[in-house]
């Protein structure tokens, strides 16, 4: 009767997001704030789905549940995606072609299709996932529900044997993390999904090896949820037809932002020492980052006001994630006052903001191997900290 926790940061991009999309650079750290899934088999051959971030409780019959190719193990890779699959799993969870809930349940049964072993399946199983994050807001709700999912499907299905290696068993989490960040997102860089899956702070270019962001030093940033709902696939949509009306002035912007990165990997390479000026330069970065974007249309009014309140405490602000909406990051400098930094919260909260403070670059993807059946309200109602007190194994 396996049965695990499993759990995954969100991120923050610091700087790139949209760019990445086009094979240019992009840094991004994990974040402290994480979901965590609860996963374990059943007897009587039901697939039992608690997501309450999404206000979805489904139980489905194992065997009614579209399903075809399975994936052939590691080394394979997963298989392309699986439109008609998608097509089916649309109709059979019949909850609506866009709703949160509606696309968070396809990419579950997604990977279970894949993933689930005709045993597993035949027998049954409970998934239930709760998240800190705020959803749809750009930090990354959408990655670490799927490096949970994936986590959670590969281990109760025995694809993460411990003849692999670590970095194998992160590489498959993150593979299987992409498949349904894909359902959910259509075009997704990549990036979420590997910080989420890795943790610490990277830089990421689509496609190829990702590296830790050399000289990485932590840095203190307030996120600011604006609380504008927006959907990252229809922000990126967004970009890419702007990007095909004015490809001449778009492509500069994106190789522009590209070099933010490349400043930003500098900064840490060769500035670790001078801090004040480390975090001088990092702000600029900031606002100029802050401006492309804007150009680029993924601004948003209340994003604006953000940037205006903390530009008058001298602080520097960048929308992060997809924007038009959800969130927004300060970087709050080691010489700020604590009386500064109280107020910039008050000032946020009076527009309605939600102001969260959060580490960034904590540890990424991990598992708990449970030894008894654990209640599922019992998990669903549990704090993060006591969750924390778990024996997490991280795949390092
Ligand atoms: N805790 C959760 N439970 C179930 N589904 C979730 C959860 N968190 C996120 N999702 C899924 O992810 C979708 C939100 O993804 P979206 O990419 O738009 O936002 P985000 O990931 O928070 O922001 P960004 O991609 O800009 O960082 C939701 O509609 C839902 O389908
Ligand atoms: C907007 C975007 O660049 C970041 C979303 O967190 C989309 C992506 O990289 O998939
Ligand atoms: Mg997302």
């Keep these: 009767m396996p049965s695990y926790f499993t759990s995954a940061p969100g991120k923050v991009i610091l700087f790139g997001e949209h760019a990445v999309v086009y094979g240019k650079l992009a840094t991004a750290g994990s974040l402290g704030l994480r979901s965590y899934a609860l996963v ?18 489904r139980s489905w019959k194992s065997a009614d549940i579209p399903r075809q190719a399975r994936w052939e193990g590691y080394p394979y890779p997963p298989p392309a995606m699986n439109v008609e699959l998608l097509d089916q799993l649309t109709k059979f969870v019949d909850l609506g072609t866009q709703t949160n809930r509606s696309v968070a349940a396809i990419a579950l049964l997604y990977l279970h299709s894949y993933l689930t ?41 025995g694809h993460l044997s411990e003849s692999l290696s670590a970095a194998d068993q992160r590489d498959l989490v993150n593979q299987w993390a992409f ?18 899956t890795l943790g610490g702070a990277v830089i990421f270019k689509k496609g ?47 190789d522009s932002i590209n070099e933010i990165s490349i400043s930003c990997k500098q900064l840490f390479a060769q500035n670790g020492e001078d801090r004040a000026h480390l975090l001088s330069r990092f702000g600029d970065l900031v606002d100029v980052n802050h401006g492309m974007l804007a150009a680029l249309g993924v601004s948003h009014p209340t994003l604006e006001k953000v940037r205006e309140i903390s530009s008058k405490l001298g602080l520097k602000s960048k929308l ?77």
Excluded at 234 to 249: D, I, M, Q, T, Y
């Design 40 to 57: 374990q088999s059943r007897t009587d051959g039901a697939l039992e789905v608690n997501l309450p971030d999404v206000q979805l409780v």
């Design 117 to 157: 072993s005709d045993d597993i399946a035949n027998q049954g199983y409970d998934l239930s996932v709760r998240s800190d994050l705020p959803v749809g807001a750009g930090l990354g709700s959408s990655a670490s529900y799927s490096v949970c999912l994936a986590t959670a499907l590969l281990k109760l299905n």
């Design 179 to 196: 498949q349904a960040e894909k359902v959910i997102h259509g075009n997704p860089s990549g990036i979420d999904n590997t910080v989420s």
């Design 208 to 254: 190829e090896k990702i590296e830790p962001l050399p000289g990485f030093q932590s840095l203190k940033f307030i996120l600011t949820n604006t609380r504008v709902p927006r959907e990252t696939q229809v922000l990126v949509a967004n970009v890419r037809k702007l990007r095909e009306k004015f490809p001449s002035v778009v492509n500069p912007m994106l």
């Design 320 to 396: 992060t994630g997809a924007g038009g909406g959800g969130c927004a990051l300060t970087l709050v400098r080691d010489d700020m006052d604590e009386k500064t930094v109280e107020e910039l919260k008050t000032k946020l909260g009076e527009q309605g903001f939600e102001v969260l403070e959060a580490q960034v670059g904590g540890p990424g993807a991990g598992f708990v191997t449970l030894d008894s059946v654990t209640s599922i309200a019992e998990f669903l109602s549990r704090g993060t900290a006591d969750l924390e007190t778990q024996t997490w194994t991280y795949f390092v």
